[in-house]
């Protein structure tokens, strides 16, 4: 009586989401890792992929070059079958610092979207970012204490609004540490805190989510400033509902 069963379950669930499993997403972020270190991103060839919002062809793309990585970290969203991964390089004459987020159709990797950011652009500095986000402890939450998808979205969102709205009440944590291109508010304090000014005035749209609860993290791409506004990414770590980690990429090219 085994097999019928097996087959009656297969028949209510797609392929697609039975596919798209934590492990199965962190084969993906490997296989994005190992693409950029070699610099041959066969595996994402069918892919749209993008720059700073713009299409660009995979292979003029900073993807088909061979970086040496010397940080990354991903975020896995089960629920939307995407992922998110932070990529910083800061050897030889290559600096970049990379976010990107990658979505899936089924089993198929149908976008590729990287925010890619070089000397130039706001706050830059590969070395200030490797050094303070390898220092931050990004660990995976204990089950018991996970928040929610609607509460981590909620406190990524509220930081966002605050650009242009001074009255949202953010989820502010202590201690809490906002790396901004290679600048860091944090001081290794108890009582740091994110809430030390955002400009106003600004709408940050478009935006586009990656969440993964174990790590109480999302990951959203933005135009900043507006529709037609600077590609950027924020992401932010909420431990217990109240932000601990913001990372920000904003490209000026
Ligand atoms: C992940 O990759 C490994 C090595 O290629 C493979 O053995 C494993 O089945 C993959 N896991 C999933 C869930 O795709
Ligand atoms: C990505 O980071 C993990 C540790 O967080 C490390 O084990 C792995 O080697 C890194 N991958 C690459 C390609 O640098
Ligand atoms: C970049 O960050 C490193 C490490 O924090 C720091 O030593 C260096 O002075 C910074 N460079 C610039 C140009 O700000």
């Known amino acids: 009586m085994i097999l019928p069963k097996l087959v009656l379950c297969a028949a209510f669930v797609t392929p697609a989401l039975a596919q798209c499993t934590y492990s199965f997403l962190q084969n993906i972020t490997a296989s994005y890792l190992a693409a950029q270190t070699s610099g041959q991103p066969a595996a994402f060839s069918s892919a749209t992929y993008t720059e700073n919002f713009r299409a660009v062809s995979i292979a003029s793309g900073v993807i088909s070059r061979p970086l040496k990585i010397d940080h990354n970290r991903s975020l896995h969203d089960t629920t939307q079958c995407a992922t998110y991964t932070e990529v910083v390089v800061a050897n030889g004459a290559n600096h970049y610092v990379i976010g990107t987020q990658i979505r899936l159709t089924g089993t198929a990797i149908t976008q590729v979207d990287s925010i890619v950011t070089t000397r130039g652009d706001w706050l830059f500095n590969a070395t200030g970012t490797l050094y303070y986000a390898s220092r931050e402890d990004w660990f995976t939450i204990p089950e018991a204490e996970r928040d929610t998808r609607a509460v981590i979205q909620a406190g990524g969102d509220a930081y966002l609004d605050l650009f242009n709205n001074p009255r949202v009440v953010v989820p502010?944590?202590?201690?809490?540490?906002?790396?901004?291109?290679?600048?860091?508010?944090?001081?290794?304090?108890?009582?740091?805190?994110?809430?030390?000014?955002?400009?106003?005035?600004?709408?940050?749209?478009?935006?586009?989510?990656?969440?993964?609860?174990?790590?109480?993290?999302?990951?959203?791409?933005?135009?900043?400033?507006?529709?037609?506004?600077?590609?950027?990414?924020?992401?932010?770590?909420?431990?217990?509902?109240?932000?601990?980690?913001?990372?920000?990429?904003?490209?000026?090219a």
């Open 172 to 252: 502010w944590g202590t201690p809490c540490a906002r790396l901004e291109g290679g600048a860091y508010t944090g001081r290794g304090l108890p009582s740091d805190s994110c809430n030390v000014g955002v400009p106003s005035g600004v709408a940050l749209v478009n935006r586009r989510y990656v969440i993964d609860e174990t790590v109480g993290s999302v990951d959203v791409f933005l135009a900043f400033g507006g529709p037609n506004g600077r590609p950027d990414s924020h992401e932010f770590r909420l431990e217990k509902g109240k932000l601990r980690f913001v990372h920000t990429l904003t490209d000026m």
